[in-house]
């Protein structure tokens, strides 16, 4: 007698019960073939027809026939009454200031000596450091409160500015981000 113990891909040579493992992967190659048509449908609805018919071309006009595919047509001159925006300069019917007339024997007048204002130094903050003893970086120096920098001495840190003092005047100063 045979012996029916002996199994196949498809499962047991004698009409058996398929293997589970078996049984899944005869779905899965299923699936896969399946799918790889669908795929390969809509591949070529989306990409393999091209164009069925197209309108037939224009007749074109001897015009268009003699002129270059890309010619270009200057425009017009701008009015000489317009303003040049990138010019740094006053129109010219700006009227001059003429000094007021001096009669001869005037003295001239007293001018008091005023200390010179001072000027603000130009910092620049590029990196905070925020914390509990917050820094920054101003003109490329890091800095605390308290520090001095270009002549200006850091009064405040917070998140996103530092303020400065300088002669008794205070600004702040963004981060540049």
């Given at each position: 007698?045979?012996?029916?113990?002996?199994?196949?891909v498809f499962g047991k040579a004698g009409g058996g019960h398929d293997d589970p493992e078996a049984a899944k992967q005869k779905k899965m190659?299923?699936?896969?073939?399946?799918?790889?048509?669908?795929?390969?449908?809509?591949?070529?609805?989306?990409?393999?027809?091209?164009?069925?018919s197209s309108p037939p071309p224009k007749e074109k006009t001897a015009a268009q026939a003699t002129a270059p595919k890309d010619a270009w047509v200057?425009?017009?001159?701008?009015?000489?009454t317009l303003r040049d925006p990138m010019a740094y300069d006053f129109p010219d019917d700006t009227p001059a200031v003429e000094p007021a007339p001096v009669e001869p024997g005037?003295?001239?007048?007293?001018?008091?000596?005023?200390?010179?204002?001072?000027?603000?130094?130009?910092?620049?903050?590029?990196?905070?450091?925020f914390s509990d003893n917050p820094e920054a970086e101003v003109n490329?120096?890091?800095?605390?409160?308290?520090?001095?920098?270009?002549?200006?001495?850091?009064?405040?840190?917070?998140?996103?500015?530092?303020?400065?003092?300088?002669?008794?005047?205070?600004?702040?100063?963004?981060?540049?981000?």
């Open positions: 007698m045979a012996d029916r113990s002996q199994s196949s190659a299923i699936m896969m073939g399946v799918l790889f048509v669908v795929f390969g449908i809509i591949l070529f609805m989306m990409f393999g027809r091209g164009k069925t200057s425009p017009d001159e701008y009015p000489a005037t003295p001239e007048p007293e001018v008091a000596d005023t200390p010179p204002v001072p000027v603000r130094p130009e910092l620049v903050v590029t990196i905070i450091m490329g120096q890091y800095v605390g409160v308290g520090k001095d920098v270009s002549g200006a001495t850091v009064t405040r840190i917070t998140i996103d500015r530092v303020e400065f003092e300088m002669n008794g005047e205070r600004w702040t100063v963004k981060h540049q981000r």
